[in-house]
């Protein structure tokens, strides 16, 4: 994702948002592809975040403070309302090197990635019955479609 710098909170996210790819790289080159997941979603909520601080404090006067608490469901409400997951997939990624088109709109897909997130809870994973021993490589590779995606819509609205 291109950086979003020149505050301080928006550097800092930045490298808690490069922590968090590379991790997911790693994790995913070791075969821990549940955890890669993990990672990925951490990622995208860091990316929202940072959009959010940088963006739109810049729009209105400055650097907003970080929250003392603010979940993925704020987060993705916060999205919403200023309308930045919303964007079309008819063009070429705004990440992607190699200029293929995103696979999904971010508006759709976002939820899909706060609620497996969610999954790290033990008691969530209790009730929702989830294994994530059978977390498969095919999976996360579907989610990275998805975190693209997502990613693509918050570079669109710069």
């Known amino acids: 994702m291109g950086k979003l710098t020149g505050t301080r909170h928006g550097d800092a996210a930045n490298d808690l948002f490069a922590f968090y790819q590379d991790k997911v790289h790693e994790l995913e080159d070791s075969g821990q592809y549940f955890m890669a997941a993990v990672a990925l979603g951490l990622a995208i909520e860091t990316a929202v975040l940072t959009y959010l601080l940088v963006e739109f404090g810049e729009d209105n006067g400055g650097e907003l403070k970080v929250p003392d608490s603010a979940n993925m469901s704020?987060?993705?409400?916060?999205?919403?309302?200023?309308?930045?997951?919303?964007?079309?997939?008819?063009?070429?990624?705004?990440?992607?090197?190699?200029?293929?088109?995103?696979?999904?709109?971010?508006?759709?897909?976002?939820e899909k990635i706060r609620k497996f997130r969610n999954l790290i809870h033990p008691a969530r994973a209790l009730k929702e019955s989830f294994d994530p021993r059978t977390f498969s490589h095919e999976q996360l590779k579907e989610f990275k479609e998805m975190h693209e995606s997502i990613l693509h819509s918050l570079m669109y609205y710069l």
């Open 74 to 110: 704020d987060l993705i409400e916060a999205a919403n309302e200023i309308d930045v997951l919303n964007a079309p997939i008819n063009v070429p990624s705004h990440i992607r090197e190699d200029g293929e088109l995103p696979k999904h709109v971010a508006k759709e897909v976002i």
